[in-house]
């Protein structure tokens, strides 16, 4: 069995997790009729302080759902440039919303206010509308990067100066809080929407949810069925959902544990590591392909996150034991890797 650390989607469904799932009670929810869905929707937005949140396939649909209520045809958003609504969506908010996206640079994924401030357009008939902002926490792109909460509350009243949306994707949202303690609903209040992701640290097979502005869930209920994403007795799902919530947030301490001790040995093999703030590890190799290639061949399995950018993602499927494992691949396969002899 290879040590996968391409991404902590990895994660298979333990035995408890699938007894959960098939213990489950559901009915159609579609008709709103799942109760396990209810309770899960239920737990999520108590969780973060929303009225009420809705149960849906990916995180990429749970993005696409809250921007949606939050920008218009024609209308902009503004986020960062290397944003997973931007890098990774497959352009989804412009072939399906008709969103104009504008996007800045910025270190590590976290926009920096001021910055922000200066592109926000007020929009007439001359200009187009800035109507929301975008940010992702942690940054998946930017390694797992967290982002303070008092940025976010700057951001947030920032939106709100200018009376537009904050949309946070918090497919991660899980990591921040267990890397800085920050309660969920304290990252709660700075959204307007928010997207959360089940299926990433937390080990779920499936699912995300959207938490949309208080009054319109039904909207996004009904964009949800328009996009093909109601489910029926995805109660199964949401049981594993709720199992992980309860079993495995408090643990991805560990899966931060295990990025720290990666890169530690990669950058005493002398890598260049970007310190990692929570479970990924980004390294700076003159040929990323090659040297996954390299790794895969040796039995770990990282990802080429770009030309000369590999990432390495710690998960609840990895131990320890594993990650030094790993660490020692991925260095053989950089002293090796031609470009740098
Ligand atoms: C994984 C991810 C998503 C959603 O991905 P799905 O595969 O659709 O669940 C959204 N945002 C970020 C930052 C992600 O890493």
């Known amino acids: 069995m290879p040590i996968d650390l391409r991404s902590d989607t990895v994660t298979k469904p333990s035995p408890a997790m699938r007894q959960a799932m098939a213990d489950a009670e559901v009915g159609d929810d579609q008709y709103g009729e799942d109760p396990t869905v209810r309770r899960l929707e239920e737990t999520i937005a108590a969780a973060f302080g929303f009225p009420e949140a809705v149960f849906v396939p990916t995180g990429i649909m749970a993005n696409h759902i809250a921007l949606r209520l939050l920008v218009a045809p024609g209308e902009e958003l503004l986020c960062d440039a290397d944003a997973h609504i931007v890098a990774h969506e497959n352009g989804g908010l412009a072939a399906h919303a008709g969103i104009q996206t ?7 994924g976290l926009m920096d206010p001021a910055s922000l401030a ?28 967290v982002y303070p909460i008092g940025t976010l509350r700057e951001i947030r009243a920032l939106a709100d100066s ?19 303690g920050v309660p969920l609903a304290d990252y709660g209040a700075v959204a307007t929407t928010m997207a959360v992701c089940m299926s990433k640290g937390l080990g779920a097979p499936a699912g995300s949810l959207v938490l949309p502005p208080p009054g319109r869930a039904e909207e996004a209920r009904t964009l949800r069925r328009r996009l093909g994403g109601s489910m029926r007795q995805s109660g199964i799902l949401a049981a594993g959902a709720l199992y992980a919530l309860t079993h495995n947030l408090d643990r991805l301490s560990q899966d931060h544990e295990n990025a720290r001790r990666i890169a530690a040995a990669l950058k005493a093999a002398g890598a260049t590591v970007r310190d990692p703030e929570t479970n990924i590890v980004l390294v700076d190799v003159d040929d990323a392909p090659a040297v996954a290639e390299a790794c895969s061949a040796a039995g770990v399995r990282v990802s080429a996150f770009g030309p000369k950018l590999l990432r390495i993602v710690t998960h609840l499927d990895v131990s320890p034991q594993d990650c030094d494992t790993a660490a020692e691949v991925v260095s053989t396969a950089l002293m090796q890797s031609p470009e740098r002899g």
């Open 102 to 108: 504008r996007t800045l640079p910025s270190l590590r």
């Open 118 to 145: 200066a592109l926000i357009r007020v929009g007439d008939r001359y200009t187009v509308g800035t109507r929301a902002l975008e940010v992702e926490n942690t940054h998946n792109r930017g390694g797992g990067a």
């Open 162 to 180: 200018f009376g537009i949306g904050l949309h946070v994707d918090g497919a991660r949202i899980w990591n921040a809080h267990v890397a800085t």
